[in-house]
């Protein structure tokens, strides 16, 4: 019988970190092979299942990506841009997939992970649902059918404890609309409008973050024009719809060729 491929998780202790173990663990197809989390964590030397409040799962949470890695074929890593970096050239190094959901991540950044991509595979979404992915593709083509006459405004929601935005999600969605307007998308952003900000400028993609309560997360994109609107929404209602995703993405990775993939690349949507 072959060994089934062993997957690091990062931020073991984070809301996604929690809810990848459990996916894993209810996994015939991927198996635990560590857990982290950053220095000074009080889950870091303690059973990862009672730190979860539940039996002993015999995997101790390591601060040593390094030492966990090598005994891997994936990491899946939503923790916070600095980590993600860092993780990158080492996972990197020890040849495993690397599936990153982390958002907020800058240019530079996505230079460095970019780099990291020439030697092993990365797989790197702000959303890791089908709906989501496939909404990029729908938003890109209604953009590519309509003028600068609709105005195209980003609308996302989600709990009060996210740190970044927009969304990476939004950000997904901002680009798959410039793309299909064959246009940069940083050459036309207009984020979170306040004060006296004159008239709408034609052909710009605007942007607008709610943070509330326990919201999962939720994204509509608004063509808006003279007379009539066309909006498309996704809600997202269960954080488990991410992780599955992710490691969706973990097992198609194996044997790839080393570089940067997307979601579209993994559900096949390319
Ligand atoms: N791509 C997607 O589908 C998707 C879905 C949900 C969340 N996210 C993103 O995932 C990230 C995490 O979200 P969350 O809600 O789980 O946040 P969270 O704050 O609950 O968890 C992040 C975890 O990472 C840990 N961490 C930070 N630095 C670390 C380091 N150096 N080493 C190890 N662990 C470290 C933190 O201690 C924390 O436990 C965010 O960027 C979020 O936007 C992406
Ligand atoms: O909870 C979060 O944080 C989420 N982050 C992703 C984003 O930034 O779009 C995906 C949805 C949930």
């Known amino acids: 019988m072959t060994e089934l491929p062993g ?13 990848l173990v459990r ?4 996994s015939d197809r991927l198996k635990l092979a560590g857990a982290l989390e950053r220095s000074g964590h009080d889950w870091v030397g303690r059973d990862l299942g009672e730190c979860m409040g539940g039996a002993a799962l ?9 030492e966990a890695f090598a005994r891997a074929q994936a990491v899946i890593d939503f923790t916070a841009p600095a980590a993600t970096v860092a993780f990158a050239e080492l996972a990197a190094q020890a040849r495993a997939v690397h599936v990153i959901g982390t958002t907020g991540l800058s240019a530079d950044d996505l230079a460095k992970i970019h780099t990291a991509g020439r030697h092993a595979v990365i797989v790197r979404a702000g959303n890791m649902s089908l709906g989501v992915n496939l909404l990029t ?4 083509q209604v953009a590519a059918a309509l003028d600068e006459d609709w105005d195209i405004e980003i609308v996302e929601a989600h ?3 996210k740190v970044d935005a927009p969304s990476g999600t939004a950000l997904m969605l901002g680009e798959a609309a410039a793309e299909g307007r064959g246009v940069e998308l940083d050459a036309v952003s207009d984020r979170g409008r306040d004060g006296i900000t004159g008239a709408r400028k034609r052909g710009d993609i605007g942007f607008h973050a709610i943070r509330g309560g326990d919201v999962v997360g939720e994204h509509e994109v608004i063509f808006a024009s003279a007379g009539e609107r066309i909006v498309i929404k996704h809600i997202a209602s269960d954080r488990a719809l991410f992780a599955r995703g992710a490691l969706k993405a973990a097992l198609w990775g194996q044997g790839k060729a080393p570089g940067e993939y997307d979601m579209l690349d993994v559900l096949g949507l390319n």
């Open 7 to 19: 997957v690091v998780v990062t931020g073991v202790s984070g809301r996604m970190g929690q809810m």
């Open 159 to 161: 709990h009060n404890k």
């Open 137 to 140: 593709k729908v938003t890109r």
């Open 23 to 26: 996916e894993i663990l209810a």
């Open 58 to 66: 015999g995997v101790l949470v390591s601060d040593d990506p390094l």
